[in-house]
C-alpha cells in the first residue's frame, strides 16, 4: 500500500560497500514490515533480508549472512540495507518490499515494491 522508492545503488569492487536506502511515503509506514530481494539476469528473484516494523526481529539469507545489515528508521520512513564485503555474484537488480505481515514479506508476496536498484560488483 505504501509506495516505495529506492536509491543508493552502483558499481563497486569487491570487497567494497553500499548502502541501499528504500524511502516510503505515507504516515503509517511505522507499522509495515520490509524486506530486500535481488534478482540477477537469468536467475530467479531471491530473498535477501528482513526487517520487522518495530526493528525487533531480522533475518538473513545464508549468502549474506554476516556481511548485510537490515535497519530502519521510521521517523524518516525510511528502511536501509548495509552491504558489507561485496562479491561478484553479489550483482544483482536489488528490490525492497513492505507489507503489514511478516510472512508475506518473507515470501516476496508483498503489496509494495520498490522500482529495484542495479548493484554491480567488480572483480
Known amino acids: 500500500q505504501v509506495q516505495l522508492v529506492e536509491s543508493g545503488g552502483g558499481l563497486v569492487q569487491a570487497g567494497g560497500s553500499l548502502r541501499l536506502s528504500c524511502a516510503a511515503s505515507?504516515?503509517?509506514?511505522?507499522?509495515?514490515?520490509m524486506g530486500w530481494f535481488r534478482q540477477a539476469p537469468g536467475k530467479e528473484r531471491e530473498f535477501v533480508a528482513v526487517?520487522?516494523?518495530?526493528?525487533?526481529?531480522?533475518d538473513y539469507a545464508d549468502s549474506v549472512r554476516g556481511r548485510f545489515t537490515t535497519s530502519r528508521d521510521n521517523a524518516k520512513k525510511t528502511g536501509y540495507l548495509q552491504m558489507n564485503s561485496l562479491k561478484p555474484e553479489d550483482t544483482a537488480v536489488y528490490y525492497c518490499?513492505?507489507?503489514?505481515?511478516?510472512?508475506?514479506?518473507?515470501?516476496?508476496?508483498?503489496?509494495?515494491w520498490g522500482q529495484g536498484t542495479q548493484v554491480t560488483v567488480s572483480s
Open positions: 505515507g504516515r503509517t509506514f511505522s507499522s509495515y514490515h
Open positions: 518490499a513492505a507489507d503489514e505481515i511478516f510472512r508475506r514479506v518473507v515470501d516476496g508476496r508483498v503489496s509494495s
Open positions: 526487517i520487522s516494523w518495530s526493528g525487533g526481529s531480522t
